[in-house]
């Protein structure tokens, strides 16, 4: 069954620019759907919507049976880390938890795991300023797996690191994906990265924003 759909989506912005129109698709639980298109053709404002952080102008989307933004199971990775400067590795990947009530001792051992799961154990008591710009995005990806979402959304979350790391973190985004079984919804305007990574492309084009290929990779993403 379908996680998220979008059925005739259009998003047009107060100062009248028209970002989408009349986007449709339906993306299966498990799925690791890129986002392909060149700058300005949508692609984060369609992420941001089935984020629910903005809301459309025109359709529908669902996202876990409900409408989006209405309600938790889904995170969130930004361009930048976004990182609390002034608290440690442990509390940034804490914050969600800590959002949601629980206290230090409680969450403790989800910390250590998503931690974990982005090779950052011992890292726990460092600060955001002592770490490298690749290790800043994996905190930023540990505090998104701390609540085990259903579906993580990242909008061209690597585009500001070399292309080392950035190698590097497609890898880690891949292993966790297929080890904790959640969807996926990466956008990004490198071929490389969407061919490599996606088990679906989903190529948008411009003026205005729509998709104009969906392209399912039967074998799935190309690192093995
Ligand atoms: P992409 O992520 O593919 O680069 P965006 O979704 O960021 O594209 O933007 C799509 C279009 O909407 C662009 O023309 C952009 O300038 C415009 N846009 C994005 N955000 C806003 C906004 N808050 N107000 C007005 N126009 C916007
Ligand atoms: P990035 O994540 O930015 O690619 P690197 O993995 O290249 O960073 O690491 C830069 C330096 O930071 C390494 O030389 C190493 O000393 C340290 N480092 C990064 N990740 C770890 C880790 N998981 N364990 C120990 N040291 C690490």
Redesign the pocket.
């Known amino acids: 069954p379908a996680q998220i759909t979008l059925s005739h989506v259009e998003?047009r912005?107060?100062?009248g620019?028209l970002?989408?129109r009349d986007m449709n698709l339906s993306i299966r639980e498990g799925e690791f759907v890129s986002?392909l298109?060149?700058?300005?053709?949508?692609?984060?404002?369609?992420?941001?919507m089935i984020a629910g952080l903005l809301e459309p102008s025109g359709g529908t989307i669902t996202v876990n049976g409900r409408e989006a933004g209405d309600g938790g199971d889904v995170s969130f990775v930004f361009q930048d880390a976004t990182l609390m400067p002034w608290a440690t590795v442990f509390d940034n990947v804490m914050l969600p938890l800590k959002l949601r009530g629980l206290g230090r001792a409680e969450a403790r051992a989800q910390v250590e795991e998503a931690l974990g799961m982005v090779g950052l154990t011992k890292f726990a008591s460092s600060y955001p300023r002592e770490l490298s710009g690749g290790m800043k995005m994996r905190v930023s990806i540990a505090r998104a797996m701390v609540t085990k979402p259903r579906l993580l959304l990242m909008?061209?979350p690597f585009a500001a690191l070399d292309e080392m790391t950035r190698f590097k973190l497609n890898n880690d985004v891949l292993e966790l994906w297929r080890k904790q079984g959640l969807t996926v919804v990466f956008?990004t305007?490198s071929v490389f990265e969407s061919v490599y990574l996606s088990s679906r492309v989903v190529v948008?084009g411009?003026r205005p924003?729509r998709v104009v290929h969906d392209l399912p990779m039967p074998e799935g993403p190309r690192d093995e």
């Open positions: 998003k912005f107060g100062n620019t970002a989408l986002f298109g060149p700058s300005g053709c949508g692609k984060s404002t369609a992420l941001r909008d061209e956008v305007h948008m411009s924003g």
